[in-house]
Structure formats: C-alpha cells, structure tokens
C-alpha cells in the first residue's frame, strides 16, 4: 500500500481541517513503536489533549453557535440569541465545567470496573480511557494550581 493507512492525516492538517482525537490517538500508536520518538509521541500525546479541551470547549458553546446562525439566517429573534448568551454568560468557567466532566468521567468508569461490566476484550480500551481521564483531571488541577497562584 502506497499510503492512506491514517486516511492521509498529514494532509488533512495541510488543508487546515481538524482530526479528531480518536484519529490523533491511531497516529499516536503507532508513533510509539519508532526508536527515537519520544518528543514527538509527547507532541502528538498534547494534541490529543488539546483536541479533547477544545471539543469540550466547542460542545459548551453549540447553544450560543446555533442560536446565532439561527439569527442571522432570519430564524430566531435577537432576544432568543440574547437569552442564550446570558445564560452561557452566567455558566460556571470554562475549566470549571471541564473538571467536573472529568470527575464525572473518573466516577463512571470507576463504577464500571467496580462492576465488572466490561469484558476481557474491551478491559485494554478501558485502561486507556481511564487513563486518559485521570490524565487530564491531573493536567487540569495544575492548571487550576498555577492560575490560582499569583
């Protein structure tokens, strides 16, 4: 095969189009089996990071994105956009809401290996997403550590 194994991934960012993180993640994979890759596999690791907050980011703001097109495609009244944006408005912060997804996360995945709801073959994907929850929950609170200090 002369190509194509990532769907050209490469290319897609020369054209400005974003991956998703599950593409980022097969990249990752297969970064890790090369000699030598340690700065790049720790790139590629921070842009999957970096995809997941700004897809959190961009789910937080689908009202508000989908309220304005709605208004400027004469379907919605200037209040209902106003509405929408008081309330994004008066929403806890972006890392707030972000950390308390994790928290989340981290407790659903703990209740589901407490139960032992997942089978032989999916308990590798599991870990991976465990610890890609705990990750994240830790990158945040030093996030939050160094924004609260002056």
Not at 37 to 43: E, R
Request: aromatic share 8%; glycine share 6%; net charge negative.
């Amino acid at each position: 095969m002369s190509g194509g194994s990532f769907n050209y991934l490469y290319s897609r960012v020369n054209r400005g189009e974003m991956p998703s993180a599950r593409q980022v993640e097969h990249m990752l994979a297969a970064i890790r089996g090369y000699t030598g890759s340690g700065a790049a596999a720790a790139d590629t690791a921070l842009v999957i990071r970096k995809l997941r907050e700004a897809a959190a980011l961009m789910e937080g703001l689908a009202d508000v994105w989908h309220d304005v097109e709605w208004h400027h495609s004469g379907d919605y009244l200037m209040e209902t956009v106003l509405a929408t944006l008081a309330e994004y408005e008066s929403a806890p912060p972006y890392e707030d809401r972000l950390l308390h997804a994790c928290r989340v996360l981290y407790r659903h995945l703990k209740t589901i290996q407490a139960n032992h709801r997942y089978t032989v073959e999916c308990a590798a994907e599991f870990r991976q997403e465990r610890d890609e929850a705990l990750e994240t929950v830790r990158e945040l609170r030093k996030a939050l550590d160094r924004k609260d200090k002056p």
